[in-house]
């Protein structure tokens, strides 16, 4: 089962995230198992809204999107929602962490929402996505507000795969430093990640580009 594909996505914007009216016509897409696929952004908001198109963010005006092999624009909201909520993982533009949190409690958020387990319970998960993410398990226990700015996005990367999700959206994060790991992690699982690379040499570690053309 390919875990996202999509056909024909239309979807216009008279203004998007405060700028200019965006659209996406006729986009279609199919993202395998284990593979990186990197945007390259278009300056113009077309690469952002087409990601948070194929992460079940924005809902476009028309066409087709699968995920895990269920027509999503076809469900009900509160279905959608779950499975986005189980399926995705994601990385923004900011790292999003509770500062006066440790790193552990952080990454266990979406862990214990999946499991509604106790903390203790997702501990070894934990240490897996700190090992992943290139973080040592003794910064498990460290408030967040006490990392440097490299430790904080790799936190936050941990916590975007600790419930195992099956696809990374990655919109907008100024963390190149990241993509490598995402790709191993990507071989080593099956993960589908989509990532806003921009000309960032990371880019030549993907298994495919996706340039601001390909979305007109």
């Not at 999503?72 to 909520?85: G, N, T």
């Not at 226990?141 to 490299?150: H, K, T, Y």
């Not at 100024?174 to 960032?200: C, E, R, S």
Request: aromatic fraction near 6%; glycine fraction near 8%.
């Amino acid at each position: 089962m390919i875990p996202l594909h999509c056909q024909h996505i239309n979807c216009r914007r008279p203004a998007w995230n405060g700028r200019n009216p965006v659209a996406v016509e006729d986009f279609s897409g199919l993202f395998e198992e284990g593979t990186v696929t990197a945007f390259r952004c278009s300056g113009d908001g077309k690469t952002g809204l087409l990601m948070n198109i194929l992460g079940m963010i924005e809902r476009p005006d028309s066409g087709e999107i699968h995920v895990l092999g269920k027509a999503v624009l076809k469900m009900e909201s509160q279905s959608a929602h779950r499975l986005r909520d189980g399926a995705f993982g994601y990385l923004f533009t900011h790292p999003h962490l509770l500062p006066s949190f440790t790193a552990a409690e952080n990454i266990a958020m979406p862990y214990l929402r999946h499991h509604g387990n106790s903390i203790d319970s997702a501990r070894d998960r934990i240490a897996e996505v700190l090992e992943v993410s290139g973080l040592p398990l003794s910064s498990a226990n460290l408030a967040v507000a006490n990392l440097d700015e490299e430790s904080l996005w790799r936190v936050a990367f941990a916590r975007s795969i600790v419930h195992h999700p099956k696809i990374l959206v990655a919109v907008s994060p100024p963390a190149a430093f990241l993509l490598p790991l995402a790709k191993a992690h990507a071989t080593a699982t099956g993960l589908v990640v989509l990532w806003n690379a921009g000309d960032t040499p990371a880019v030549a570690a993907c298994d495919g580009l996706l340039a601001s053309e390909k979305t007109k």
